[in-house]
């Protein structure tokens, strides 16, 4: 179970860099690297979800940390789709 502790523990640490990350990378990228970016960071979100409800189900974690972790990540699941979707609708040749 230590594999599996250690792989919670960085997914968080993962997550928690998302902001800063997408950040730094948003004034060096032209716009579709940024938005490519935002898929991979959503896809990192991903795993960390599945790591949260191993995390839950193997009671590593209590239901309610489990829950309010997951909360979060709906909430950040949500707003990087809807970044995705906004810097896509200005790239040149589509739709608003």
Request: hydrophobic share 40%.
């Amino acid at each position: 179970m230590a594999w599996l502790d250690t792989r919670i523990r960085d997914s968080l640490l993962e997550a928690s860099n998302f902001v800063e990350t997408i950040q730094k990378r948003r004034g060096r990228q032209h716009k579709k690297e940024f938005i490519h970016f935002i898929y991979l960071a959503r896809g990192s979100l991903y795993e960390l979800i599945t790591q949260i409800e191993l995390a839950r189900e193997t009671t590593l974690l209590n239901a309610a940390v489990c829950k309010e972790l997951l909360g979060s990540c709906e909430i950040l699941a949500r707003d990087l789709n809807a970044l995705i979707t906004s810097l896509k609708g200005t790239l040149p040749g589509t739709k608003n």
